[in-house]
């Protein structure tokens, strides 16, 4: 559904995406040619294979990244919260889209079409120079995730993504408590493990006072100890 959305030059969540160091001239653009959309829970933003159909910058909600083998097993690259962009890796005439972005709670996203998103990229040096930077990041990551799953055992795995879900949300320590809307299947999914390891390890780090959850609300994340755990990841 689309609706009114608010400008760009004023979007806190602009300050914490790819657009934050932008010129007043692109934000001034974004702003006319975007729309807003809702995702339920469960919903594509993306499909795998499928056409592009634009950028989505999220401005509320969590969504998951992931990729499918022939078989149909996924595997949960990465969480997308506030503030990430999507889509802009397919944004060519004939590119298809590499990954399925799926929401896993009720989101609010600025989408921009692959035509018009390509007519601002040509435009301004300043958008490029970012996605430039978005791109590097991304492969760096998924460089990290590959050697993570060879390398490390299935408890620092686990760990790395109890730390990312803290980031993804934005957990402050003494603050809320987070409500995040994943299963222990895709827990176990985001650390290549299966969703009884990823029990047995909540358990563990539960007693060990690490973390403190109850029915999905994560109330408390130790990060400098989980840090210490995940080493370098």
């Not at 729309?35 to 950028?55: D, N």
């Not at 590959?146 to 949300?169: D, G, M, P």
């Not at 390890?201 to 973390?211: A, D, S, V």
């Amino acid at each position: 559904m689309n609706r009114t959305t608010p400008r760009c030059m004023t979007c806190q969540v602009k300050n914490i995406s790819l657009l934050k160091n932008c010129s007043a001239d692109l934000l001034q653009e974004f702003s006319e040619i975007k729309t807003c959309q809702s995702f339920e829970k469960g919903q594509h933003l993306i499909l795998e294979g499928t056409e592009s159909r634009g950028i989505f910058c999220i401005r509320s909600g969590v969504a998951k990244a992931a990729v499918h083998n022939k078989k149909g097993r996924s595997l949960i690259l990465r969480l997308e919260g506030k503030g990430s962009i999507v889509g802009q890796r397919a944004v060519g005439k004939r590119d298809k889209q590499p990954l399925t972005i799926t929401a896993i709670e009720k989101m609010q996203v600025c989408h921009v079409s692959s035509e018009k998103f390509r007519a601002l990229y040509a435009k301004y040096p300043g958008l490029r120079s970012e996605m430039m930077k978005s791109f590097l990041s991304e492969m760096q990551g998924v460089e990290k995730r590959a050697l993570t799953l060879i390398n490390n055992s299935v408890k620092e795995r686990v760990v790395w993504v109890l730390l990312h879900i803290a980031e993804t949300y934005r957990y402050q320590p003494g603050g809320c408590s987070i409500h995040v809307h994943l299963n222990r299947k895709d827990i176990a999914d985001l650390a290549g493990t299966t969703k009884e390891q990823v029990s047995m390890i909540l358990t563990e780090l539960g007693k060990n006072r690490l973390i403190h959850f109850k029915a999905k609300h994560f109330k408390h994340f130790d990060l400098e100890g989980l840090k210490n755990i995940a080493g370098n990841l």
